[in-house]
């Protein structure tokens, strides 16, 4: 079985070195590990806590028992409520199975896997290819191939330049924010999805890798030009830290990549003293489960994260012990808030340790394990749910804000920091 070295829970009760990866995805697989900077990370590396080795294994983030109690809502019927929440997903005897007969009558494993998948209304199962698999694993250590580009869709189904990375091709070709794109390579991207236009700039074909030239046509003002990229390795920076006047700390979490846990600890330790931080998960689709642990332990001193279940065995996350658990925090969270960063968002918002303030979350909170295909190809399908530390299911819900705000959320939550006495 593929497997990441990031993984970190290893629940006790698996067997013959069974693995079990929980896979938080934002988007749908076609988008996953595309490379042109798409909200600051290959669009859909959004999320895996992997599991792979011994049994009875457990990382310090992680426990395999479940507080009794734990992982329902209270005065519910956790049988029936439960199957009936319970998400649809494929068979993973017949996925293995489509594939086995499509490599018998030498045709693609992973479309017939692909084709049960669809058929079984599971939303977010997707198949990898051996290569997209390596990709994919690879974007949630923060790497990816690009052009460096974030791209928006904007009035009349055209797509605009959002953000243009200062060391990437593209910054270097002139191409500028604000830019039209109107082709690449060819193909005209009017009325396109930005993870259509995502996986243009990537390159459909698997030899579109680092070196391999991208044509771009853009507009600005009303003039048009063509730049040939190539495109690069290119890193992700997942975190980043600004100082407001009043001692107030904005960190920002773009995306729960290797590392960035720990990076959120380290800018807490650095925060002025008594003042007050801003997590802003804005726009932050997911990530590495024992990355989003880690940064909620930032602020919690050990206790329970959250809850999933694995068709029906239930399991816990907790926070590693001694986080700041004084300092007034404020979660800054809107609609592309999901599935890892969801996690902590529920969990530092049940456990009355963070205001949110904000709009509704987007609501991914299912469970996906990863099953091996004759061909090395690798099935992600829907095994479970995850909930918050007070019970809340938060898939297809979402996390309601403490404030609702839609604009300038930022200033009001700069209030409410001030009025926690975190700043002025």
Same mark, same amino acid.
């Given at each position: $079985?593929?497997?990441?070295?990031?993984?970190?829970?290893?629940?006790?009760?698996?067997?013959?070195?069974?693995?079990?990866?929980?896979?938080?995805?934002?988007?749908?697989?076609?988008?996953?590990?595309?490379?042109?900077?798409?909200?600051?990370?290959?669009?859909?590396?959004?999320?895996?806590?992997?599991?792979?080795?011994?049994?009875?294994?457990?990382?310090?983030?992680?426990?395999?028992?479940?507080?009794?109690?734990?992982?329902?809502?209270?005065?519910?019927?956790?049988?029936?409520?439960?199957?009936?929440?319970?998400?649809?997903?494929?068979? /993973?005897?017949?996925?293995?199975?489509?594939?086995?007969?499509? $490599?018998?009558?030498?045709?693609?494993?992973?479309?017939?896997?692909?084709?049960?998948?669809?058929?079984?209304?599971? &939303?977010?199962?997707?198949?990898?290819?051996?290569?997209?698999?390596?990709?994919?694993?690879?974007?949630?250590?923060?790497?990816?191939?690009?052009?460096?580009?974030?791209?928006?869709?904007?009035?009349?189904?055209? @797509?605009?330049?959002?953000?243009?990375?200062?060391?990437?091709?593209?910054? &270097?070709?002139? @191409?500028?924010?604000?830019?039209?794109?109107?082709?690449?390579?060819?193909?005209?991207?009017?009325?396109?999805?930005?993870?259509?236009?995502?996986?243009?700039?990537?390159?459909?074909?698997?030899?579109?890798?680092?070196?391999?030239?991208?044509?771009?046509?853009?507009?600005?003002?009303?003039?048009?030009?063509?730049?040939?990229?190539?495109?690069?390795?290119?890193?992700?920076?997942?975190?980043?830290?600004?100082?407001?006047?009043? *001692?107030?700390?904005? @960190?920002?979490?773009?995306?729960?990549?290797?590392?960035?846990?720990?990076?959120?600890?380290?800018?807490?330790?650095?925060?002025?003293?008594?003042?007050?931080?801003?997590?802003?998960?804005?726009?932050?689709?997911?990530?590495?489960?024992?990355?989003?642990?880690?940064?909620?332990?930032?602020?919690?001193?050990?206790?329970?994260?959250?809850?999933?279940?694995?068709?029906?065995?239930?399991?816990?996350?907790?926070?590693? /012990?001694?986080?700041?658990?004084?300092?007034?925090?404020?979660?800054?969270?809107?609609?592309?808030? $999901?599935?890892?960063?969801?996690?902590?968002?529920?969990?530092?918002?049940?456990?009355?340790?963070?205001?949110?303030?904000?709009?509704?979350?987007?609501?991914?909170?299912?469970?996906?394990?990863?099953?091996?295909?004759?061909?090395?190809?690798?099935?992600?399908?829907?095994?479970?749910?995850?909930?918050?530390?007070?019970?809340?299911?938060?898939?297809?819900?979402?996390?309601?804000?403490?404030?609702?705000?839609?604009?300038?959320?930022?200033?009001?939550?700069?209030?409410?920091? *001030?009025?926690?006495? *975190?700043?002025?």
């Amino acid at each position: $079985m593929p497997g990441s070295p990031v993984s970190c829970l290893r629940p006790r009760d698996l067997r013959r070195g069974a693995v079990l990866t929980l896979v938080f995805l934002g988007v749908i697989g076609t988008a996953a590990a595309t490379g042109c900077w798409e909200r600051e990370e290959p669009l859909g590396a959004v999320g895996a806590v992997g599991v792979a080795g011994a049994a009875g294994s457990v990382a310090p983030s992680a426990r395999a028992s479940v507080p009794a109690g734990a992982g329902t809502a209270a005065g519910t019927d956790s049988t029936a409520a439960e199957r009936a929440a319970r998400p649809r997903t494929a068979d /993973r005897a017949a996925v293995a199975r489509a594939a086995a007969e499509a $490599m018998a009558d030498g045709k693609s494993a992973k479309e017939a896997a692909a084709e049960v998948v669809s058929r079984s209304g599971d &939303r977010w199962g997707v198949v990898y290819d051996p290569a997209e698999y390596a990709e994919f694993e690879e974007s949630l250590h923060g790497g990816y191939t690009g052009v460096g580009l974030r791209v928006a869709p904007a009035r009349g189904g055209r @797509i605009t330049v959002a953000r243009v990375r200062p060391d990437g091709p593209a910054a &270097r070709a002139g @191409i500028r924010a604000g830019d039209r794109l109107d082709t690449v390579d060819g193909h005209r991207v009017t009325g396109a999805s930005p993870a259509e236009v995502v996986a243009l700039l990537r390159g459909a074909e698997r030899s579109a890798g680092v070196g391999t030239p991208v044509v771009l046509v853009t507009e600005r003002a009303g003039r048009t030009r063509t730049d040939t990229l190539r495109r690069e390795r290119l890193r992700t920076e997942a975190v980043t830290v600004r100082r407001l006047s009043g *001692g107030v700390t904005v @960190i920002r979490v773009a995306s729960f990549t290797k590392g960035s846990g720990e990076l959120v600890r380290e800018a807490v330790r650095s925060a002025p003293a008594g003042g007050g931080v801003m997590l802003d998960l804005r726009g932050n689709r997911g990530g590495l489960v024992s990355e989003a642990v880690a940064a909620a332990s930032a602020f919690l001193d050990g206790g329970l994260v959250a809850t999933y279940d694995v068709r029906g065995a239930q399991r816990a996350l907790y926070a590693q /012990r001694g986080g700041d658990t004084g300092r007034p925090l404020v979660a800054l969270v809107d609609g592309g808030t $999901m599935s890892a960063a969801e996690l902590v968002t529920g969990a530092l918002k049940d456990r009355g340790r963070a205001v949110t303030v904000g709009t509704r979350t987007f609501g991914k909170g299912s469970v996906q394990m990863p099953t091996e295909l004759p061909d090395g190809s690798v099935a992600e399908l829907t095994v479970g749910l995850y909930r918050t530390p007070e019970g809340h299911s938060v898939d297809g819900r979402g996390i309601v804000p403490d404030l609702a705000v839609g604009e300038r959320a930022e200033e009001r939550a700069r209030a409410v920091l *001030g009025g926690l006495g *975190g700043g002025s």
